[in-house]
């Protein structure tokens, strides 16, 4: 089983920046899916996640409108597109897959959002 994220990196604030989480090893459409991020000093916390066929998302607050989820069954990625990057969106950013009892995770991509 593998979860390899990508597309992090460094952006201004008010930029935007896509994270992308390919899959293999596991039947994807058959998992929810979730991105988590972990800031500096901070805990784990859950940003947004999307059921196994793409027809149901939900975000933490604070991303809600500026962020958005999305997957491709077809290619086996779950996408993450960030817009209007606020100082406080710094942080590694996990994708995650779960379905019962199972649950996987990716190493993480870092985002830095610095002026």
């Known amino acids: 089983v593998q979860l390899v994220e990508s597309g992090g990196g460094l952006v201004q604030p008010g930029g935007s920046l896509g994270l992308s989480c390919a899959a293999s090893g596991f039947t994807f459409s058959s998992y929810f899916m979730r991105w988590y991020r972990q800031g500096p000093g901070k805990e784990r916390e859950l940003v947004a996640l999307?059921?196994?066929?793409?027809?149901?998302?939900n975000y933490a607050d604070s991303v809600k409108g500026r962020f958005t989820i999305s997957r491709d069954n077809a290619k086996n990625t779950v996408y993450l597109q960030m817009n209007s990057l606020k100082f406080e969106d710094t942080a590694v950013y996990y994708c995650?897959?779960?379905?019962?009892?199972?649950?996987?995770w990716g190493q993480g991509t870092q985002v830095t959002v610095s002026s």
């Open positions: 999307i059921n196994n066929v793409g027809s149901s998302t």
């Open positions: 995650n897959a779960f379905f019962g009892p199972r649950s996987y």
